[in-house]
């Protein structure tokens, strides 16, 4: 098992950003995004990293944008080293299968997301009102339930923290009732794309978010689909196999780690904890396990 890698650092390259898990570069015209293996769990990036992790949603992230081209463009332009401007190239072994060259968009100040199963925090706003960040559902639903029918709830963006629930007209009061009503139509079409095939490889799509951003030119502006796509990280996969409505599903994500730092009673503040090896090692198996059955193939 490969040793984790937690930063990156490429001499000539100017770091543009680093977010919990990614690292990214401003190399002129286009950004350079590598995945880490750093992992994240409730708002803290922990003291230890998931082996190939970051080469798993890369690679994740580089199936769905292929598979669901012919629904919306993306930002992707090569995820091969040899493509990329030659002072990225001599960092090519690191960046291989954790690294994609992408263009620049500005991106939309608001997460799309997609439920098709009552869970996470919208099974806790339906505890209390009845309804998923304003849409109502019937009662008597019980957590883990298929909804009637998927629903897009959108949510503000957060640099650190918590992303934010908000109603559609909050989020029509950011980016415009026109651009929402696109990026609702087209989260909904992934979803129900990207569902039909997860469940074609035993698992269950119960709900993911997604990142549009403007790409502007000369030719004029066009909408892309940026950052990660169906990932463990931004989805929450369960096994179909398994599947029970009437409390939490096993996933195929982080649930190892959020069971652990429960278990040894973290106040969830700084120090943060390091991960004892058997959960490390679950881990980056539910990832694999993930990434094997959705793309139909061994990690590069």
Not at 165 to 185: F, K, M, Y
């Amino acid at each position: 098992m490969r040793t984790p890698l937690l930063e990156t650092s490429f001499p000539g390259l100017a770091l543009f950003r680093r977010g919990k898990v990614r690292d990214v570069y401003d190399l002129g015209e286009h950004l350079l995004i590598v995945a880490t293996d750093r992992i994240s769990a409730f708002d803290y990036v922990l003291g230890s990293g998931i082996p190939d992790k970051g080469r798993i949603l890369t690679q994740l992230s580089a199936f769905w944008f292929d598979l669901l081209r012919d629904v919306v463009p993306n930002q992707v332009v090569s995820t091969n080293p040899a493509d990329y401007p030659a002072a990225a190239r001599p960092f090519a072994d690191q960046l291989e299968g954790r690294s994609m060259l992408a263009r620049k968009t500005e991106p939309l100040p608001v997460e799309c997301v997609a439920r098709g199963y009552l869970s996470g925090s919208g099974w806790k706003d339906y505890g209390r009102t009845g309804q998923v960040c304003g849409i109502p559902l019937p009662p008597g639903l019980v957590e883990s339930d298929r909804l009637p029918e998927p629903i897009f709830t959108p949510a503000t963006k957060a640099e650190s923290g918590h992303d934010e629930n908000i109603s559609a007209d909050a989020a029509a009061g950011i980016i415009g009732a026109g651009r929402l009503a696109e990026v609702r139509r087209l989260t909904l079409e992934i979803y129900r794309r990207a569902s039909a095939h997860a469940e074609s490889c035993g698992i269950i799509l119960a709900d993911t978010k997604f990142e549009f951003g403007i790409d502007r030119s000369a030719a004029g502006e066009r909408l892309l689909w940026i950052d990660e796509a169906l990932t463990p990280d931004s989805s929450r996969f369960w096994p179909r196999d398994t599947y029970r409505p009437g409390g939490p599903q096993p996933s195929f994500d982080k649930q190892y780690v959020r069971d652990y730092l429960e278990r040894i009673r973290w106040n969830k503040q700084p120090p943060v904890p390091t991960l004892p090896a058997d959960v490390v090692e679950r881990t980056r198996a539910k990832y694999l396990e993930a990434y094997r059955r959705l793309a139909g193939r061994n990690l590069a």
